[in-house]
């Protein structure tokens, strides 16, 4: 997959803070969208104590919500866990999985933050930007921010404000369980994301694209034959030693 915008990732964390503030500048939040059909799901998991990760991309047609394909990437983890900063442990494996899908999905739906950030500059924000791919993050827990809770219905959604902006929502996906936050990552505004998320959300809490990324991501601790599993048109394998 092309990649629009590329950086060392061999950082130590001050350049890694300061590499986050100069990039959030670049961040398009209003809709950029083009026609949806191919809709991913993003999530990373590790292995070996941590020294590997594990990052799966699950693309599912729209608004089927079936699964067309799967791919998984294994590296060495490279950069420290420092909460703020997990996009530069985690994205080399995340853009090597998305580089073994056969097409780019039009639109990401991300396991973590996107603006809703300390630097405005989660996970979702991050990849959106150097894949230039519409992104959405979609977290179960709270970064930052503060909330009134949402109504117990679904669909229902308050906003997430830090320092005095609107940076997410608390989403309600179902009845009677806690709500998700929902930050525009890249290339959308927030309604629009609140939308996405709630039509690839079925029955569950989590919408689809994660269900199935997490699966992937954080499935038996072992490297999957290619074409195994997914529930699509196959699974790509790649790993890096």
């Not at 899908?101 to 603006?115: A, H, M």
């Not at 109504?151 to 997430?160: K, Y």
């Not at 609140?194 to 038996?220: K, Q």
Request: net charge positive; hydrophobic share 40%.
């Amino acid at each position: 997959m092309k990649t629009y915008l590329s950086h060392p990732w061999t950082l130590d964390p001050a350049e890694a803070v300061a590499l986050q503030r100069e990039l959030r500048a670049r961040l398009i939040l209003t809709d950029r969208l083009g026609p949806v059909r191919r809709v991913a799901g993003v999530d990373v998991g590790f292995e070996a104590d941590g020294a590997v990760t594990r990052a799966a991309v699950a693309v599912l047609r729209y608004p089927e919500l079936e699964v067309l394909e799967t791919a998984i990437a294994h590296r060495p983890t490279t950069f420290p866990y420092i909460p703020g900063l997990l996009s530069f442990r985690e994205l080399p494996a995340v853009l090597e999985a998305l580089d073994g899908l056969r097409e780019p999905p039009d639109l990401l739906l991300c396991d973590g933050q996107g603006i809703a950030h300390p630097r405005r500059f989660g996970i979702a924000s991050h990849l959106g930007l150097l894949v230039d791919i519409p992104s959405i993050g979609v977290a179960k827990t709270r970064l930052c921010g503060t909330h009134e809770e949402p109504p117990d219905r679904r669909g229902a959604w308050t906003p997430l404000r830090a320092e005095g902006e609107t940076v997410g929502a608390a989403l309600r996906t179902r009845v009677g369980v806690k709500p998700l936050y929902v930050s525009p990552g890249h290339r959308i505004g927030l309604e629009t994301a609140i939308a996405w998320v709630m039509g690839c959300c079925t029955r569950y809490r989590l919408p689809e694209t994660t269900r199935h990324a997490h699966r992937l991501a954080s499935g038996p601790n072992r490297r999957e034959p290619a074409g195994s599993g997914g529930g699509g048109d196959g699974q790509i394998v790649v790993s890096r030693g």
